[in-house]
């Protein structure tokens, strides 16, 4: 397992990676057409991807009152200007120095709300008492959960929440496939989707005051749509599926670990 200073050597790299927009393989651009090609149309149809923001929007709660981390937030996320608005204070960091020059320009009409480029795990990023930190798709470029953990808690006010989305590798054919994948993907360094393990480190660390399994039964909506039956039908199964998984992972372990993606609210302990 990697320590801190392992850690940031291998975010130099990534940040060298998104600000040069560097060209993924072969191997790498066949997932990705695949997780924001197909999967992502079936996303969209049965309004997974809307249902899991309007969640967090619901999550978030009142932001008047509160010091938000919009973590690894790029150029901006779907709700970073939402909380740059609206949350009594509001930082955006990440890696990409370029990608954060494009985020404070957008932040201009906000006094309250600024960007810096910086890694979350170094010396340099002193600020804490967070009482939301926002973290998504970004807890799985971490390898080492509990230096991650143990910096969360360093970050969060007294109270303080997370709001988290992630990729789960606990499927048994996701986990398959994402294993023989991972010797050609150009970015295998930082990317380590949830594990179970990795999900009982958070349940430990953490008070999960919610959490949404999503792609279980629904990621096999995959060869629905090459069913001769009608549009309408598909959507249908598929928004079944997906209610399924958005409802019974809120308690069931097993439902959860059949999904592809996992959203939690979280509080301090």
Sequence with gaps: MKTTEAILETNKKQKEF???NSKQNFFTTIWAKFRNGLLNTIRKTIGIQDQAYLLHKEWFGDL????????????????????AENAKGYLGIDLSDVAIAKLNARLKPFPHAKAEAVDFLSDDFTEKDFDLIYAYG???????????????????APKGEIISYDPLQTSWPIKIIRTLYRPFQSDAAWEWPFTKKTFYQYQKAFTILDRRGLLGKSKWNVFVAFLPISEEKKK?????WHQHDWEKSRTSN????????????????
Excluded at 64 to 83: A, E, Q, R
């Design 18 to 20: 998104y600000n040069n």
């Design 64 to 83: 008047s009152n509160k010091k938000v981390l919009d973590l690894g937030c790029y150029s901006g996320n779907y709700w970073s200007l939402y909380l």
């Design 138 to 156: 970004v807890l799985h470029h971490f390898e080492n959960t509990n230096i991650l953990i143990d910096k969360l808690n360093e970050k969060l």
């Design 236 to 240: 249908q199964i598929g928004q079944q």
């Design 254 to 269: 097993r439902v959860l670990f059949r999904c592809m993606h996992l959203t939690m609210l979280m509080k301090k302990k």
